[in-house]
């Protein structure tokens, strides 16, 4: 129940794409949940985060959909560029005590210029 | 302001010997977690400190333990290593937070230390 599902395990999308990754989870006491970006070598930074009280998020190129009957958040990056090319991890924690955060195993995008 | 700094970023160590990583979070920040990186598991937690206090333990055996000083920084110590234990150890800071929710605190990545264990 702590798991939290993520696909696809890679994607290739041409420049200006729109890039699409999904997530699941089956936990419903999670009521954070965010997104991360790694580049190699580095660690992960966050990209944008969501609450269950809200369907949709966006900043900048950035939007997480969420839909908490199907227990399920995505990720859509719009008009992707090569410098997104990363590994991008969802995760999902509960909000009650502590920083304890759930990850998905990721999703290595290559944008093609 | 300077970010989550790791030390060292990379260690190679050999079975059987023990090691200990060192975490100084962004200035200001008391809450500190630790989680293990690998190509097969991914990133899993380890456990969270805050206020010199571990608040969060994950599911990894006794050979690692942590522990916070009273400026915050934190340091993991994993004994009798395995081969097994060859992963990037992340750190990760936040901004303090209460006892009850309603506050979503970003945690804030280091760089992260490279071990690799012989």
């Known amino acids: 129940q702590q798991q939290v599902k993520q696909s696809p395990q890679s994607l290739i999308v041409q420049k200006g794409g729109i890039s699409i990754i999904n997530c699941a989870y089956e936990n419903t006491a999670f009521d954070y949940f965010p997104w991360y970006q790694q580049f190699p070598g580095k660690g992960p930074a966050l990209l944008i985060a969501i609450r269950p009280d809200v369907s949709e998020k966006k900043e900048g190129r950035f939007t997480i959909s969420f839909n908490k009957s199907a227990k399920q958040f995505s990720l859509h990056i719009m008009d992707s560029q090569p410098g997104d090319s990363a590994t991008y991890f969802c995760?999902?924690?509960?909000?009650?005590?502590?920083?304890?955060?759930?990850f998905g195993p990721g999703t290595r995008l290559s944008v093609l210029p | 302001k300077a970010g989550v700094t790791q030390t060292p970023r990379y260690l190679i160590k050999t079975r059987g010997q023990q090691v200990t990583l060192s975490c100084s979070p962004i200035s200001g920040h008391r809450s500190v977690s630790w989680y293990q990186q690998t190509p097969g598991q991914g990133l899993q937690f380890l456990f969270e400190y805050f206020s010199e206090t571990q608040r969060n333990k994950g599911n990894f055996p006794g050979r690692f333990s942590g522990r916070q000083f009273s400026n915050s920084r934190s340091e993991m110590n994993v004994s009798t290593l395995e081969l097994g234990d060859s992963a990037l150890y992340l750190c990760?800071?936040?901004?303090?937070?209460?006892?009850?929710?309603?506050?979503?605190?970003?945690?804030?990545f280091g760089p992260g230390t490279r071990l690799t264990v012989l």
């Open positions: 990760a800071s936040s901004f303090p937070r209460g006892t009850t929710g309603g506050s979503y605190n970003e945690q804030f």
């Open positions: 995760a999902a924690s509960k909000d009650n005590y502590g920083q304890n955060f759930v």
